[in-house]
Every structure is written in C-alpha cells, then in structure tokens.
Nanobody, 126 residues
Framework: QEQLVEFGGGSVEAGGSLRLSCAVS????????LAWFRQAPGKEREGVAA????????YYATGVRGRFTISEDNAKKMVYLQMNTLKPDDNAVYYC???????????????????WGQGTQVTVSS
C-alpha cells in the first residue's frame, strides 16, 4: 500500500509563492503518474498538474499553466508543486495523488489515481 504525505501548505499574500512537497513511500509502476489536485470549499476536487515521469510528460490545468510547476526527485521519492503568482482563487486544500499511468485525456480524472495524500491547506489573501 503506497502512502503519500503532503506538506508545505500555508498562508501567503496574493502574488506570493509556495512550494508543496509530497513524500511517496515507494516509486514503482504503481506510481508512474504523480499529480496534484485541489478542492476549494463547496467545489469538486480538480486536477492541477500531473507528471508521467517515465516519459517526462507534464500536464497542467489551464488556470495554473505558466504559474505552477510540477517536478519530482526520484532519489528522494518526492514530488513537488512550485506555485508562483498565487491568487485568491488558488485557495484550496491541495492533495497529492499517484497512479499507474496517465495521459493528456486522463490525468485530471480522479479515477486515474489509486493513492491519495491527506491534503494540505493553501490560503491566499488578497
């Protein structure tokens, strides 16, 4: 059973930056695709970014492209989300997720992922 633990959330003013980190217990074929999702109050969980690291394919939601960057450190078993130019609309609980595979068509679907972290809060004040 894979375990994912996120950390690095917090409060920041609009325009600021945060880096989220996710520790993955075991990088394997079960975790080829690593992703970040978020859920704002009263809204559905949505995909933010994903990385199919075997092929170095990156996917981003339209609203974060150019501001957020997903990356991974295989040796440290970590996946990161660098968030720049944060906006109040980015307020949410952010979740790390892992699954066996993803593509441009599937990366943002919840069902693509078998493993989820507990979430970390990101608060952006205007």
């Amino acid at each position: 059973q894979e375990q994912l633990v996120e950390f690095g959330g917090g409060s920041v003013e609009a325009g600021g930056s945060l880096r989220l980190s996710c520790a993955v217990s075991d990088l394997s074929v079960r975790t080829n695709c690593l992703a970040w999702f978020r859920q704002a109050p009263g809204k559905e969980r949505e995909g933010v970014a994903a990385l199919y690291y075997a092929f170095k394919n990156e996917y981003y939601a339209t609203g974060v492209r150019g501001r957020f960057t997903i990356s991974e450190d295989n040796a440290k078993k970590m996946v990161y989300l660098q968030m720049n130019t944060l906006k109040p609309d980015d307020n949410a609980v952010y979740y790390c997720a892992a699954g066996p595979a993803c593509s441009a068509e599937t990366w943002s679907r919840l069902a693509t992922y078998n493993y989820w972290g507990q979430g970390t809060q990101v608060t952006v004040s205007s």
